[in-house]
C-alpha cells in the first residue's frame, strides 16, 4: 500500500503530541489527528454515530469504514474518506434499512474488505431477509455505487448475526481480495447446529456466488474474527465456554475444516492465561499466532469490570504448542486495561492495538499501546495515545501511520472519531 493522503497536522496546533520511552531510551513520538468526528450519541446522527469496526485504507491512502448507528435511517452506514488539497471529505456511500423491514440490512458492525476490481464487502449484523442480517457488496458505478445483497443470514440452521470481520488469503500483507478466484471466510455469533455460531465459507463462480457452513460451534461462543496462515489454515478465538469457560483458541485445517483446540483460557488460578479473548489475531512469517483477551491477568481491575483481571496480550506456537501471556495490563490506575480489539503487526515485528478503558491524569477513555519485541523474549510496551474507547483494531499504511475508530469521545458523550497517529 501507499503512503496515505493524511498528512499529519502542524505541530503546536490542536493536536496532541504524545512522547513515550521505550527501552533503551529511544523516543517514540506519534501525532495525533482526529480526521473525522461523528455527532453526539442519542440525537439524530445523519453521518452516522458509534463506529465499531476498523477503518481500511486503500492503496490510494483512502479511508473506508462503517458506523454501527446513525445515517439516513438510523440503522448505519458504510463511508468513505479522502483528502485533497489539505482538505478531507466525508462520503456516505450506503445507508443501511433503506428498505421496508431492513432488508437490504442493518446494524454494521464488522470492518469492510476491498475486492481487486475495487468492490467493497461486508456484512450487517442484523436485517436482510430472515433478519439475521446480510453479506453485501458495493460497486463503484458513474455517479455513486451499486448495492447489492449477496447473502441473507439466518434462514434455518445456518448461521446469523455476523459480527466479526471477513477474512480472505493475504489479506495480511495487504492485498485486495481475489474474489474472483478466492474464497473468503467469516464467523457468526448465533446460528448453526448448536445455535452457539458458525464459521463459513463464501466463493464466486462466476455470476453467482455459494454460502457453506463449514463449523458449527459447540461448546463455546462469541466467535471471533479469524485469520489464516500460507497453507490456508483458519485461526480463531470465542469469547466464552471451552473447559474452563473463559473462551478457547483454535484451528480449523483448511480443506477438511477439522477443528483442533489449541489453548483453553481461564485455566489458571485467577485466569493469570488471560479470559474472554476479542478481536482480530495475527499470524507472523512463523505461523505464530498474537491475540487479546479483554480480561484476565493480573487482578487488580475486578473490582471496577466486574470480571477478574485487566486483559493480556498474548502469543501461541502452533510448533511447539506453547502459550504464552506477553503482556498483562497491570491495573487500572497505570494506563489502559481491557484490550478488547486484537492486535496487528508491523514489518518490523512490533504489535498494536487500543484498549476500552484507561485511567490516568487525563478523562481519556483508552489508549492505543505498541509492544515492541526485545531480547530473551521480553517485550517493550509503550502507550502512543490517549482519548479512545475502541472495539476496532488499528489499522496501518506502508509509511507508519497508524488509523483507528473510537466508537464515543472521552467521557463517553460523543459519536466517536476516525483518528490517525503519525510518527
Same mark, same amino acid.
Given at each position: 500500500m501507499s503512503g496515505s493522503h493524511f498528512s499529519p497536522p502542524a505541530l503546536g496546533g490542536a493536536a496532541a503530541l504524545l512522547i513515550m520511552l521505550a527501552s533503551g531510551g529511544t523516543a517514540l513520538a506519534y501525532t495525533e489527528k482526529t480526521i473525522f468526528k461523528f455527532c453526539e450519541q442519542g440525537g439524530f446522527c445523519p453521518h452516522g454515530s458509534s463506529p465499531q469496526a476498523a477503518v481500511i485504507v486503500d492503496g490510494n491512502g483512502n479511508l473506508w469504514g462503517t458506523t454501527k448507528i446513525g445515517g439516513k435511517y438510523g440503522h448505519g452506514l458504510a463511508f468513505e474518506i479522502t483528502?485533497?488539497?489539505?482538505?478531507?471529505?466525508?462520503?456516505?456511500? +450506503?445507508? *443501511?434499512? !433503506? +428498505?421496508?423491514?431492513?432488508?437490504?440490512?442493518?446494524? #454494521?458492525?464488522?470492518?469492510?474488505?476491498?475486492?481487486?476490481?475495487? %468492490?467493497? *464487502?461486508?456484512?450487517?449484523?442484523?436485517?436482510?431477509? /430472515?433478519?439475521?442480517?446480510?453479506?453485501?457488496?458495493?460497486?463503484?458505478? $458513474?455517479?455513486?455505487?451499486?448495492?447489492?445483497?449477496?447473502?441473507?443470514?439466518?434462514?434455518? $440452521?445456518?448461521?446469523?448475526? #455476523? !459480527?466479526?470481520?471477513?477474512?480472505? +488469503?493475504?489479506?495480511? $500483507?495487504?492485498?485486495?481480495?481475489? %474474489?474472483?478466484? %478466492?474464497?473468503?471466510?467469516?464467523?457468526?455469533?448465533?446460528?448453526?447446529? /448448536?445455535?452457539?455460531?458458525?464459521?463459513?465459507?463464501?466463493?464466486?463462480?462466476?455470476s453467482s456466488w455459494t454460502y457453506t457452513t463449514i463449523h458449527s460451534f459447540q461448546s463455546s461462543q462469541a466467535p471471533n474474527e479469524l485469520a489464516m496462515d500460507a497453507s490456508g489454515n483458519l485461526f480463531g478465538t470465542t469469547g466464552t465456554g471451552g473447559k474452563y469457560g473463559g473462551g478457547l483458541l483454535y484451528e480449523l485445517a483448511s480443506g477438511s475444516?477439522?477443528?483442533?483446540?489449541?489453548?483453553? @483460557?481461564?485455566?489458571?488460578?485467577?485466569?493469570?492465561?488471560?479470559?474472554?479473548?476479542?478481536?482480530?489475531?495475527?499470524?507472523?512469517?512463523?505461523?505464530?499466532? /498474537?491475540?487479546?483477551? &479483554?480480561?484476565?491477568?493480573?487482578?487488580?481491575?475486578?473490582?471496577?469490570?466486574?470480571?477478574?483481571?485487566?486483559?493480556?496480550?498474548?502469543?501461541? =506456537?502452533?510448533?511447539?504448542?506453547?502459550?504464552?501471556?506477553?503482556?498483562?495490563?497491570? $491495573?487500572i490506575s497505570n494506563g489502559g @486495561?481491557?484490550?478488547?480489539?486484537?492486535?496487528?503487526?508491523?514489518?518490523?515485528?512490533?504489535?498494536?492495538?487500543?484498549?476500552?478503558?484507561? @485511567?490516568?491524569?487525563?478523562? !481519556? &477513555?483508552?489508549?492505543? @499501546? %505498541?509492544? =515492541? #519485541?526485545?531480547g530473551n523474549g521480553n517485550w517493550t510496551y509503550a502507550q502512543l495515545f490517549e482519548g479512545n474507547d475502541s472495539w476496532s483494531p488499528i489499522a496501518i499504511d506502508s509509511g507508519g501511520n497508524l488509523f483507528g475508530t473510537s466508537y464515543s469521545d472521552p467521557g463517553g458523550h460523543g459519536g466517536g472519531s476516525v483518528f490517525g497517529l503519525y510518527p
Open positions: 483528502e485533497a488539497g489539505g482538505k478531507t471529505y466525508y462520503h456516505i456511500i +450506503k445507508n *443501511f434499512c !433503506a +428498505k421496508p423491514n431492513c432488508a437490504d440490512g442493518a446494524t #454494521p458492525v464488522a470492518p469492510l474488505i476491498m475486492g481487486n476490481g475495487r %468492490e467493497l *464487502f461486508g456484512t450487517t449484523y442484523a436485517g436482510g431477509k /430472515y433478519g439475521g442480517g446480510v453479506l453485501f457488496r458495493l460497486t463503484p458505478v $458513474s455517479g455513486g455505487w451499486h448495492y447489492a445483497v449477496l447473502h441473507n443470514f439466518g434462514n434455518g $440452521s445456518a448461521g446469523k448475526s #455476523p !459480527a466479526a470481520g471477513l477474512t480472505y +488469503k493475504d489479506q495480511q $500483507s495487504g492485498a485486495l481480495w481475489s %474474489e474472483d478466484t %478466492e474464497p473468503v471466510f467469516g464467523t457468526t455469533a448465533a446460528g448453526g447446529t /448448536y445455535g452457539n455460531g458458525t464459521t463459513f465459507e463464501f466463493v464466486r463462480s462466476g475444516w477439522n477443528e483442533t483446540v489449541f489453548h483453553n @483460557f481461564c485455566g489458571e488460578n485467577g485466569c493469570g492465561d488471560g479470559s474472554y479473548p476479542l478481536g482480530r489475531m495475527w499470524v507472523d512469517a512463523n505461523g505464530n499466532l /498474537y491475540g487479546t483477551t &479483554q480480561w484476565g491477568g493480573h487482578t487488580n481491575c475486578s473490582y471496577l469490570v466486574g470480571y477478574s483481571g485487566c486483559g493480556t496480550v498474548f502469543e501461541y =506456537s502452533p510448533g511447539s504448542h506453547t502459550y504464552t501471556a506477553l503482556y498483562k495490563f497491570p $491495573s @486495561f481491557e484490550p478488547a480489539a486484537g492486535v496487528i503487526m508491523d514489518s518490523s515485528g512490533n504489535l498494536f492495538g487500543t484498549t476500552l478503558n484507561y @485511567f490516568g491524569e487525563t478523562a !481519556a &477513555q483508552g489508549v492505543v @499501546f %505498541e509492544l =515492541s #519485541p526485545g
